[in-house]
């Protein structure tokens, strides 16, 4: 077996730990903005009906179904369209280049959930245990 056919073999695993290392990484922007945790000043007081406290309340539900492989294709891409709109609303109007407009992380975090709308969720998931 060629190193690639081995490699290829891991890819629904490796797809899996993509998708719960995403959730995990942006359920932390959700949590910081709905209960300070962890506590980020300028995230601190976010009012719940308002742009941020609604896109925290969707970064912690879409994170947990990510987490859980639970409607996957349907919550990456609602995700993947919130970090775009984080990107273009909130970075791009500092600079056109990521790296200086502070937006790489939210640039990353949409291409990421866009791929695991086409990719699916994976070995590990609950959509897997209920097809």
Known sequence: MSIAAKLNSFQPQVLSILRIASGLFLLQHGLSKLIQFPYVESLANVPLF????IGGIIETVGSIL???GLFTRPAAFILSGLTAVA???FHLPRGFYPLTNGG???ALFSFVF???VFAG???WSLDGKRA
Do not use: H, N, R, T
């Open 87 to 89: 990107y273009f609303q």
């Open 104 to 106: 790489e992380l939210a």
């Open 121 to 123: 969720p994976g070995a």
């Open 50 to 53: 308002s742009q941020l406290g």
């Open 66 to 68: 990510l987490i859980l």
């Open 114 to 116: 866009l791929y695991i």
